[in-house]
Nanobody, 128 residues
Framework: QLQTVESGGGSVQAGESLRLSCAAS????????MGWFRQAPGKERDAIST???????SYAESVKGRFTISKDESRNIVYLQITSLGPEDTGQYYC??????????????????????WGQGTQVTVSS
């Protein structure tokens, strides 16, 4: 059974940092494209960062320089380090696997429809 569980969200003040975790089971995070997505209140779910099998990372312009994606293949976890948080970063953060996406197809922009094994998400709320 394919399963993805996100954690690490919370309510923080502007300027603070968080590290989100995405624990996978039933598949290997090292063997496919992995993506982090964010859904702000009343808005669509947007891709914010991806990491390819070879570790190549990509970011949406809105988070570039503040967010860092990484993975620990031995623990089968993908991380998203987020710094300098602002109210605009508030939303539900999701992790998913891009099964079948080839090298070069796993870079922002990507469509959420190409990703699978969605978790329940973790909420990040940033107050000013």
């Amino acid at each position: 059974q394919l399963q993805t569980v996100e954690s690490g969200g919370g309510s923080v003040q502007a300027g603070e940092s968080l590290r989100l975790s995405c624990a996978a089971s039933g598949y290997s995070v090292g063997s496919q494209c992995m993506g982090w997505f964010r859904q702000a209140p009343g808005k669509e779910r947007d891709a914010i960062s991806t990491i390819e099998r070879d570790g190549t990372a990509s970011y949406a312009e809105s988070v570039k320089g503040r967010f860092t994606i990484s993975k620990d293949e031995s623990r089968n976890i993908v991380y998203l380090q987020i710094t300098s948080l602002g109210p605009e970063d508030t939303g539900q953060y999701y992790c998913a696997a891009g099964f079948g996406l080839r090298t070069g197809q796993c870079q922002i922009p990507v469509q959420s429809g190409a990703f699978h094994a969605w978790g329940q998400g973790t909420q990040v709320t940033v107050s000013s």
